[in-house]
């Protein structure tokens, strides 16, 4: 692929990775800071520090009263957000090239001083806040409660993948203020952090600019990494059922597979493309244009550390059992497996990567990200512009070996979730 995006990359004195990509076309700059702590890396007992501190980083600093930060950003017509995941914490936002040093000095003031606003009133009240956001995402919403228990059902009790980003509301409720204190101090140093610019920056002019405002934080130690501990492929197809108040029957089925840096992972994505990723992928010919299902899908979560995992959904079409639905499916991803996909099928999925990622890095703010990503993950920024060059070199006989090793039907675990009658 001809697609190169100019990136420079510099490691300041206080152990900020500061990666640039510029961008002559563009009138605004998008910053991305990841932080390389998520869930997977919170203590039992302790779960929930990661996504809580997404809520606390927005809730003022020494400097910068509750809100701010946002109303600041939006004042200047930019705009924020964050998320968490398992493997990191991630904060982006996305102004005008004016603007940048307000954000870069606003990020800056509640990294080196956000504990100053943590008090007792402010962990409770963004304490209520988490509890809030896991009613209206997991505990009032039709099938809100699935991929919490597939995480749990698909990695053994006690594995930092086994539970959500939003964590334990019990484990919330206990924590302390020097339990969030001690959070923030291990984490959230410079040495932790990874920052990404892409947009209207020149890279040297930028740097500086990163020097200016973060240079006086103290680097902080790094992080000690949790023990990474790798989990074998299910066996016995263990089963689990729900029901709810939802609309159809559901299937979900899961497979442990390696961790999103392995190499097997991108055949196995163009697999996945081919069993389920377009409206001519084998399952929806076989499973929606027969009737047998509203829709299908098939995904890999994109986790990390040791192992990965691949999660597929099949809703059911009215009148069609889950177990009907099942049957079929596994047939069709038991002929891919055995059979390999055809060298069409692998070129049409290599044009579907073509088209999904470059369509998503023609926006700056995703570009960042990946940026960002790319470092953590790869240790290299520059895997962002080696992705398509390793996906075009793939045939079928590589994505027939990934789906074969890692989504055998005999190594599924299979999630029934009945709609209550």
């Not at 990775?17 to 700059?29: F, H, K, L, T």
């Not at 934080?217 to 197809?237: N, Q, R, S």
């Not at 960042?368 to 992705?387: C, K, L, P, Q, T």
Request: include cysteine.
């Amino acid at each position: 692929m001809d697609q190169r995006y100019p990136l420079h990359t510099r490691t300041t004195d206080n152990g900020i990775r500061v990666a640039i990509n510029p961008d002559p076309w563009v009138s605004g700059v998008a910053l991305n800071l990841w932080y390389e702590v998520g869930s997977f890396h919170e203590k039992p007992g302790k779960t929930g520090f990661a996504h809580l501190f997404e809520h606390l980083m927005f809730s003022g600093s020494a400097q910068v009263a509750s809100g701010e930060h946002l109303a600041q950003i939006e004042a200047m017509g930019g705009h924020c957000n964050a998320t968490t995941s398992f493997d990191r914490t991630n904060y982006f936002e996305t102004v005008p090239r004016s603007g940048l040093e307000l954000a870069l000095w606003l990020e800056a003031d509640r990294l080196n001083s956000l504990l100053d606003s943590v008090d007792q009133v402010n962990l409770d009240t963004q304490r209520e806040v988490v509890k809030e956001e896991k009613r209206q995402r997991y505990d009032n919403v039709p099938y809100g409660d699935v991929f919490p228990r597939l995480m749990e059902f698909a990695f053994p009790p006690g594995h930092r993948y086994g539970h959500m980003p939003i964590g334990s509301m019990e484990d919330l409720d206990e924590a302390t203020l020097d339990d969030v204190h001690s959070f923030f101090h291990t984490h959230y140093v410079p040495s932790n952090l990874i920052m990404s610019l892409s947009g209207a920056i020149e890279p040297e002019e930028g740097f500086q600019l990163v020097d200016k405002y973060f240079s006086h934080i103290p680097p902080g130690a790094k992080p000690e990494h949790p023990a990474t501990v790798v989990v074998p492929p299910l066996t016995g197809i263990p089963r689990l059922t729900l029901s709810g108040q939802v609309p159809q029957d559901v299937i979900y089925h899961a497979w442990i597979v390696p961790p999103l840096v392995d190499e097997i992972s991108d055949p196995v994505d163009l697999g996945l493309t081919v069993l389920a990723g377009s409206l001519s992928s084998r399952l929806h010919t076989s499973l929606v244009r027969t009737h047998l299902a509203h829709s299908v899908g098939i995904a890999n979560a994109g986790l990390s550390q040791g192992n990965s995992v691949i999660y597929s959904t099949a809703i059911c079409a009215e009148g069609v059992t889950p177990e009907e639905l099942e049957e079929k499916l596994v047939v069709g991803v038991e002929t891919l497996c055995t059979e390999g996909p055809t060298d069409g099928e692998v070129a049409r999925a290599i044009r579907h990567e073509d088209r999904e990622y470059l369509s998503a890095l023609a926006h700056i703010e995703t570009r960042a990200d990946h940026m960002s990503g790319s470092w953590s993950y790869f240790d290299d920024v520059e895997e962002i512009n080696r992705h398509l060059d390793m996906i075009h070199q793939l045939t079928a006989h590589d994505v027939h070996h990934g789906l074969k090793t890692c989504i055998n039907p005999d190594h599924r675990g299979t999630i029934t979730y009945r709609r209550s009658l």
